[in-house]
């Protein structure tokens, strides 16, 4: 049988039969490219955003081009991962799973706060290291010529295991082109629409600043991991 994956690629015009065939990661593509192969579709912008419940896609795609890119020396690819959680909630067994998109640091990059955290524990730094990026507060700009590549695990948590951190197993799954662009967009909409993600950040950015404030004069209360751990199971027995 033909190979019926799908590339991405400059140029290329999508249908609604396209958004169930497999996306082909071994032809590289870029966040520009999904950006413009969504504003070049058969499919109509506002009939794509309704499929992907994302109505900001254009909105998108005028902002990647309104600035150059600009590569800050540290991120190195975008990456699609899949990861599932499993645990018991109200006596239920529940499993779930979804698909997610963040940065991928260059090999080894780390950053002075690690280099202090590892310095003062007396620790080498960890080989082969990559540090993990989110994404949702960054512009279109910021992210739109890196490669977007397939992760080659798959990661699941069990929340039942509160010593766990997770087990990444070796295996690089297959992802349909409208799996592939929900994800992008749930992501990159995390907060809405652009003007809704700088908002936020901003707010964010200014909550930062009145905490560094209050360390800095004494009037903020801080407690210990123990102390709120020791104060919410408290709450459960009570």
Request: with cysteine.
């Amino acid at each position: 049988m033909e190979n019926d994956n799908i590339k991405i690629m400059p140029r290329m015009k999508f249908d609604l039969d396209d958004l169930i065939r497999v996306v082909d990661f071994s032809h590289p593509f870029t966040l520009r490219d999904v950006l413009k192969a969504c504003s070049d579709s058969e499919i109509p912008l506002k009939i794509l955003e309704s499929i992907l419940h994302c109505p900001y896609i254009d909105d998108l795609c005028k902002e990647i081009d309104s600035k150059p890119f600009t590569d800050d020396g540290k991120m190195e690819y975008l990456e699609i991962c899949w990861t599932g959680n499993k645990g018991t909630y109200d006596g239920e067994k529940e499993s779930s799973n979804s698909w997610g998109l963040n940065g991928v640091g260059i090999i080894n990059c780390y950053s002075d706060d690690m280099v202090k955290m590892y310095g003062h524990m007396k620790k080498e730094l960890p080989k082969d290291f990559r540090e993990n990026y989110a994404i949702e507060f960054s512009p279109m700009y910021e992210l739109a010529d890196y490669e977007i590549r397939m992760s080659q695990k798959l990661y699941i948590m069990d929340c039942d295991d509160e010593t766990s951190q997770g087990d990444n197993i070796d295996f690089t799954p297959s992802i349909t082109l409208i799996e592939l662009l929900y994800a992008i967009f749930w992501e990159l909409t995390f907060c809405g629409s652009p003007k809704d993600r700088d908002a936020k950040s901003e707010e964010l950015l200014k909550m930062m600043e009145e905490r560094r404030k209050g360390l800095k004069e004494g009037t903020l209360k801080t407690t210990s991991l123990e102390e709120y751990k020791k104060y919410i199971f408290d709450k459960k027995e009570t």
